[in-house]
């Protein structure tokens, strides 16, 4: 259970981290996936991390101080075509340094749209992080949209998309379905 959360700071460098020596979890996915709002669903909080219609909201790294021991960390989305190539470019950046350097990231945690299901941009990081020595979670979001007759269905495509074993937990932000699953497993150490 998240009893505290508290936003830290922002930061665009691997220099800009807090140096203590708490575990770091990674949201990463499209623009408008949902990201920030599974922040505030597990937080149980309204409105801690901006969320938005507009995607692109997002341009910095957040950490997020859960239960006083570890953050979680929202990043900026891809695959947001109003923003400059350069700019999309300093993101991807950002974070692969952010993975590559940061001894303290514990998990990183991919998060699909449930109902559009993988995009090749989705896939393509999906394949790369894979390679990374780090447990990699898939969170299928906004599990609410879909009609709940095709929900299962639905949820074994999504699964066969990738490889066996893939952990994925189906959540929703706006009902909460999954969520305590989630928080129970994915932060089970901390
Ligand atoms: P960027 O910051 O642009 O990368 O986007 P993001 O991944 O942080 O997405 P954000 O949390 O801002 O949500 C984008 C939109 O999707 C908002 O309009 C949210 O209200 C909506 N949304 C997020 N999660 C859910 C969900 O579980 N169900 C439904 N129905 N809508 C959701
Ligand atoms: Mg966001």
Do not use: C, W
């Not at 800009?16 to 920030?36: A, F, I, Q, T």
């Not at 300093?90 to 993975?99: D, P, Q």
Request: hydrophobic fraction near 40%; proline fraction near 3%.
């Amino acid at each position: 259970m998240i009893k505290t959360a508290e936003f830290i700071k922002s930061a665009v460098s691997i220099s800009d981290l807090p140096s203590d020596d708490l575990s770091h979890y990674l949201l990463l996915g499209r623009s408008n996936v949902g990201k920030s709002s599974l922040i505030n669903a597990v937080t149980n909080r309204k409105s801690l991390a901006r969320v938005s219609q507009t995607p692109g909201k997002t341009i910095t790294l957040n950490l997020y101080l859960l239960n006083q021991s570890f953050y979680l960390v929202d990043a900026p989305g891809y695959g947001y075509a109003k923003r400059s190539k350069t700019q999309a470019k300093s993101f991807v950046t950002m974070i692969r340094n952010y993975i590559n350097q940061n001894q303290k990231l514990k998990k990183v945690i991919l998060l699909i749209d449930f109902n559009i299901g993988p995009t090749i941009d989705d896939l393509s990081l999906y394949s790369e992080l894979i390679h990374f020595d780090i447990p990699l979670i898939i969170v299928a979001t906004k599990y609410d949209k879909l009609k709940s007759s095709l929900r299962l269905k639905q949820q074994k495509v999504l699964t066969e998309k990738f490889i066996t074993d893939q952990k994925i937990y189906f959540t929703s932000s706006e009902t909460k379905y999954g969520i305590e699953k989630f928080i129970a497993e994915v932060f089970e150490n901390e």
